[in-house]
Structure formats: structure tokens, C-alpha cells
């Protein structure tokens, strides 16, 4: 698809704001020339999704794009890095006008914001399928990796848990509320937040931390591993929204053990978990003051290994499901 490759691209890809003057040489080119400063370090990461597997193959194509943005500023968020450049390989079924106007101004919305210039991409035909690589910055030596967190830190999370999990399986059981908490939930699946100003503030306070995409207890998981450390988790404390409360409770007798399994497992959230050593928990209230979003207090990093979940009187809580796992 030659001609319509290149309309493609012209039409909806090439498009000059943000400005950056670290850009030497953009879209157009056989690769993009891009100047990183002296003492950062480049922080890269990609993310793919897949329709029918990452989202519903009836997502709007708005949300698509906005999301595909999303995921990746949120990794570079979680290693307390800023956003710079990215590229797109994108698989479209067919040249849609309509998808690709929507698409390209749900993926530039996000870019905009985050002063991110799309500087390449591919663009094939093929199953919907999208792919962006997103290249940050971070002072030499300050970017927040999962293997820092030490017996004694403070876990916490940021904003709410579990909002976007609830939103899917509600969707796809054709269940999801006509309500503002319904859309509320809704806006969490499709339009998550990236915790950006909270990973650049959180890189000279937090030990380690991850981003939430695969649920709590999988991705806290990840930090404890490679920490080789364990720690003990408060389900009761899990941050959860007026809308996620309002409507488990609606929904189920058993509200509360729902909501832990639910908080606790289902991904999505793009929200950041990190630890924090005891000494400087002062630390948090004006940091998080200054930002758009609260930062709650959930567990206890400690020397032996595994994940205690408990409740507010010490009682285990089992976990049915510990994350989403694509090869099982
Ligand atoms: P090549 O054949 O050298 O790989 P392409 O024809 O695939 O080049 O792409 C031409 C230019 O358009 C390149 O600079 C490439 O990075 C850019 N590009 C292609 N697809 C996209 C896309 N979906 N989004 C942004 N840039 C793209
Ligand atoms: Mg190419």
C-alpha cells in the first residue's frame, strides 16, 4: 500500500507540534537523528497493543491512540524519567479516514501534553495493532529502577486501584452502569492517567518503583524479586474510588473480599507503586501537595521473601488470581 502508506503518514502522522529542539531530524528520513543531552541518560521503553487483546475490538479509535500514549508514558513515569521523543509501528486492517483523524488526535493529545515529538514510525496493513516506543530522559544515575527497595521502606501507591479492571469485566459482561460511575470507570479503562510529575518527584525520594499494568500483587512481585526482598501488604488500605465502592457494593454480597481481589489483581491502572524508606515518609504530604494525585500508604517491605496480604486484624487474605499473564 505505497501511495496510501505515504497519505497515511502525511495526512495523520506528520504533524510538527511539539516543537522540540533536541530533534535534528524527524519523520520523513530513514531514521530520526536525536540529541540527547550531556550527564542524561536515554530511558527506553515500548509497548504493543494488540485489539481483541489489549483492548475491545469496539474501543473507540480516540481512546486507542490516547491509550497507546498512555501505557508507555506511564513507563517512563514509573523510572522517574521525562518524555521526549517517540515512534509508532502501526498495523492498520484498512486506510479508515475516520480511524486514523481519531486515532492520531487521541495518540497527539496525550503527546502534546507531555511535550512528546513523534519523530518515526512504520506503518503496515495487517490485524489492528499498535506499537509505540517512547524515549525518555533522566539525570545520570537518578532513574528509578524496581531493585532498590530495602527491609523497613514504606510501600505506597498513587492514586486509586482497580477502577479500570472493574470497567472491563463490566464491559465485556455487557453490565458496565449508564452513570457517571460507570463512565467514571469507563475514562479510567481508556484514558488512563500517566503518573509523570510523580515519577520526576519521586525520583530523589522513592527506593524503587514500578507501574501498575499487570495488577498490584503481580507488579509489587516484580519489585520484591528483584529487590530480593518480601513484604506485607494491607488489603484494607488499597485506595479505591467512590465510583469502584459504589458499584461492587451494588453489585455482590461479598463486597469487600471482591474489591481486594479485584484492587489487588486487575491491570490496567497505569497508576505508580513505590517504596519509600521510614525517614523520609515526611516527605511525601508537600511533594504529593503539589501534584494531581494522592499517594496512599499500603505495606511493608521486609527481609523474608514472599507477599503477606492482610487485612486490618492481621488475617491472611488468599489471592485467586495473581495478574495477567499472556502465555497462560
Ligand atoms: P522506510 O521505507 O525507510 O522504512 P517508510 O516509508 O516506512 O520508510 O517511512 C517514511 C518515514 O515516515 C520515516 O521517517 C518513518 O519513520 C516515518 N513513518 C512511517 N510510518 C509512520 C507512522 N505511523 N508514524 C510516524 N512516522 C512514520
Ligand atoms: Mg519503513
Redesign the pocket.
Known amino acids: 500500500m505505497a501511495e496510501s ?1 505515504f497519505n497515511i ?1 502525511e495526512h495523520y ?1 506528520k504533524r510538527s507540534r511539539p516543537q522540540r529542539d533536541d530533534v535534528s531530524l524527524a ?4 531514521a ?1 537523528l536525536l540529541d540527547v543531552p550531556h550527564g542524561k541518560q536515554l530511558v527506553v521503553c515500548v509497548d504493543t497493543l494488540v485489539a481483541g487483546v489489549h483492548f475491545p475490538h469496539d474501543t473507540p479509535a480516540h481512546a486507542i491512540g490516547y491509550k497507546a500514549m498512555a501505557v508507555n508514558l506511564s513507563d517512563i513515569a514509573a523510572m522517574g524519567a521525562e518524555p521526549a521523543w517517540a ?2 509501528a ?1 498495523t492498520v486492517p484498512d486506510s479508515d479516514a475516520h480511524w486514523l483523524e481519531s486515532f492520531s488526535n487521541g495518540l497527539f493529545e496525550l503527546a502534546e501534553r507531555y511535550r512528546v515529538a ?1 519523530v ?4 503496515t496493513r495487517g490485524p489492528l495493532t499498535i506499537t509505540v516506543q517512547l524515549h525518555g530522559l533522566v539525570e545520570h544515575g537518578a532513574a528509578l529502577r524496581r531493585d532498590g527497595a530495602q527491609p523497613g521502606d514504606l510501600i505506597y501507591v498513587t492514586g486509586t486501584l482497580g477502577d479500570a479492571g472493574l470497567a472491563l469485566r463490566l464491559l465485556l459482561d455487557s453490565h458496565l452502569p449508564a452513570n457517571s460511575s460507570g463512565d467514571a470507570l469507563l475514562a479510567r479503562l481508556n484514558y488512563p492517567t500517566p503518573r509523570i510529575a510523580a515519577g520526576r518527584a519521586l525520583s530523589a525520594v522513592a527506593t524503587a518503583a514500578i507501574d501498575i499494568s499487570d495488577g498490584l500483587v503481580a507488579d509489587l512481585g516484580h519489585v520484591l524479586q528483584a529487590s530480593k526482598v518480601g513484604a506485607t501488604l494491607r488489603v484494607d488500605q488499597i485506595p479505591c474510588s467512590g465510583a469502584f465502592v459504589e458499584i461492587i457494593g451494588k453489585k455482590s454480597d461479598n463486597s469487600d473480599v471482591e474489591r481486594y481481589q479485584l484492587a489487588l489483581t486487575a491491570g490496567d491502572d497505569y497508576e505508580l507503586c513505590f517504596t519509600v524508606p521510614a525517614a523520609r515518609q515526611h516527605l511525601l504530604p508537600p511533594l504529593f501537595a503539589a501534584l494531581d494525585c494522592d499517594c496512599t500508604l499500603i505495606g511493608t517491605i521486609e527481609a523474608r521473601s514472599g507477599l503477606r496480604c492482610v487485612t486490618a486484624d492481621g488475617a491472611a487474605v488468599e489471592i485467586k488470581q495473581p495478574g495477567y499473564n499472556h502465555f497462560q
Open positions: 502508506e503518514i502522522f519523520i520523513g528520513d530513514d530520526a515512534t509508532l502501526l513523534l518515526g514510525g512504520d506503518t
